[in-house]
């Protein structure tokens, strides 16, 4: 596509329920990498994915995070057992190339917001 | 000590004004440096790579200092249209992912 999809937009869950956030890359974009933002706070880095593996997931916050990509393509990050702490703005960007150089291109996030 | 540090502002100018942030940062070994901007309630936007000779784009000057491990963005005759935030990012040696810092308010005003 054009640009970087996630779905859904926006999310109201109840805590301890589980919830999947997708992201659809840039077609050909290899580097896909997921972080979020708490309100007020810069971006904190969740994982990182080249292809469909993850070099690096030193991000995840706990074992309730997890995330795939499959397809070298539309990556899924779940949360199980929701907590208020995981409420933030989710955002996925992809990039070329996990050469240093190139910069990222974000989608729009999903506001998770956990009630 | 975080990773990328920079002051949050708010920095208030007038339009036309010249402003200047900084960042530091704290790997010594980064590689990739980039300026990008944030609108309220949006995602961030690359604004500019930055290079160890410094480069320009029309209005924003980036310049990098690396024996000071900081990095600068000049934006000369502000516009209301430049409110936003804006993010230093670093690419610390060792890792693939960009580590933003928490980024400097810019509020331009008529």
């Known amino acids: 596509g054009a640009g970087v999809s996630q779905s859904p937009s926006n999310k109201v869950t109840e805590k301890g329920k589980d919830v999947e956030l997708r992201c659809d890359p840039i077609?050909?974009?290899?580097?896909l990498y997921w972080y979020r933002q708490s309100l007020g706070q810069g971006l904190e880095f969740l994982i990182y994915?080249?292809?469909?593996?993850?070099?690096?997931k030193s991000g995840l916050p706990s074992d309730r995070f997890s995330a795939e990509r499959t397809g070298g393509s539309v990556s899924t990050l779940t949360i199980q057992r929701t907590q208020q702490e995981d409420s933030a703005v989710y955002l996925c960007?992809?990039?070329?190339?996990?050469?240093?150089?190139?910069?990222?291109?974000f989608g729009s996030g999903t506001r998770l917001t956990v009630v | 000590r975080k990773e990328v540090e920079q002051d949050p502002g708010p920095f208030n100018v007038p339009e036309g004004a010249t402003v200047a942030f900084n960042c530091t940062y704290s790997?010594?070994?980064?590689?990739?440096f980039f300026w990008y901007r944030q609108d309220c309630r949006k995602e961030p936007k690359l604004l500019m790579s930055?290079?160890?000779s410094g480069n320009e784009d029309g209005r924003f000057t980036a310049q990098l200092n690396r024996a000071s491990q900081y990095i600068s963005l000049l934006i000369r005759d502000s516009k209301l249209s430049d409110s936003a935030t804006y993010l230093c990012?670093?690419?610390?040696?060792?890792?693939?992912?960009?580590?933003f810092g928490s980024g400097t308010r810019l509020q331009v005003q008529p």
């Open positions: 960007a992809s990039s070329l190339s996990s050469r240093q150089n190139y910069g990222y291109t």
């Open positions: 077609s050909g974009h290899t580097a």
């Open positions: 994915f080249q292809g469909n593996s993850a070099p690096d």
């Open positions: 790997n010594s070994a980064s590689q990739s």
């Open positions: 930055v290079y160890s």
């Open positions: 990012v670093v690419n610390p040696t060792g890792r693939r992912a960009l580590t």
